[in-house]
């Protein structure tokens, strides 16, 4: 699934390829896609005629900012989207088209069909599902070492699932979090809550850094995943933990373990990462 780097990635390319782009027709072909509004033709007769503005990026969500409207899009699996020319060979998994006036399409393809779409008149997504309960953005300004602690403050939860839980912070998946956690040198079955101020720190800085340097590489095509050019991210080259059961740890030599840490393969060094406070 892609995390904060890699929607991030597809957020940066959309930019560049439909920047202004005026939509004159969409085709949508899998209406389960479509959450809101729940009827596909006025999700497809209010697009109509609107121009593409500039795309944003919540937590893993694209926001797609129209004159007059905002596209709220999940990718959640394998969801992925790409530039044609009209008449190009259409893939069967290619779900919604945007026709563009300029004989252009944005084709949204999803081999799983776990994608989403919701669409909104401007300062209302914010304000509703999907985007509403979102915690702080980790490349924010506003995500401080003092606002993580508050976060962890008191909570008995497992930090691993803590981290994943978007409520909280947003954007930081399975691969992403493992390798925060390891580069921290913090077990991911720790009680959030337990951790001190020093830990807390250290789990922050790795947090920002990590997401950075991944989204600095245009994140990570583990599996299928490629971004919004087809070209992939170069992230999974540099991952120091996730993927590499039974590998030596790179910082101590120690095997990497993976075990199920709230219901996710979780990989882990057991010196690095020991369970106890260090
Ligand atoms: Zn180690």
Redesign the pocket.
């Given at each position: 699934m892609p995390e904060l780097p890699e929607v991030e990635t597809v957020k940066r390319t959309l930019n560049t390829l439909i920047h202004g782009k005026r939509i004159q027709k969409v085709t949508v072909r899998l209406p389960r896609i479509i959450r809101r509004p729940d009827d596909i033709t006025i999700f497809a007769h209010m697009l109509e005629g609107h121009t593409i503005q500039t795309v944003e990026r919540r937590g893993k969500f694209l926001r797609f900012l129209l004159d007059g409207l905002v596209l709220v899009s999940h990718l959640r699996m394998e969801g992925r989207y790409g530039l044609y020319a009209e008449g190009d060979p259409l893939d069967k998994h290619s779900h919604v088209i945007f026709h563009f006036d300029d004989g252009t399409e944005l084709r949204y393809t999803d081999v799983r069909q776990f994608g989403t779409m919701d669409l909104f008149l401007p300062g209302e997504d914010l304000l509703q599902q999907p985007l509403k309960n979102l915690g702080l953005e980790p490349l924010s300004p506003d995500f401080t070492a003092e606002a993580f602690k508050a976060l962890l403050a008191g909570k008995n939860t497992k930090i691993k699932p803590l981290l994943l839980n978007q409520a909280y912070v947003v954007g930081i998946g399975n691969i992403y979090v493992d390798e925060s956690l390891h580069a921290a040198g913090i077990h991911p079955e720790r009680a959030a809550g337990s951790l001190t101020d020093e830990q807390i720190v250290r789990l922050h800085d790795s947090i920002v850094d990590t997401l950075t340097n991944a989204v600095n590489a245009g994140g990570s095509s583990v599996k299928s995943y490629v971004n919004g050019q087809g070209e992939s991210g170069s992230y999974q080259h540099k991952l120091r933990i996730y993927g590499r059961k039974d590998e030596p740890?790179y910082?101590?030599g120690?095997k990497v373990e993976k075990s199920v840490v709230g219901g996710r393969g979780t990989h882990f060094?057991p010196?690095?990462q020991p369970p106890l406070l260090t």
């Open positions: 740890c910082t101590c120690s060094c010196s690095c």
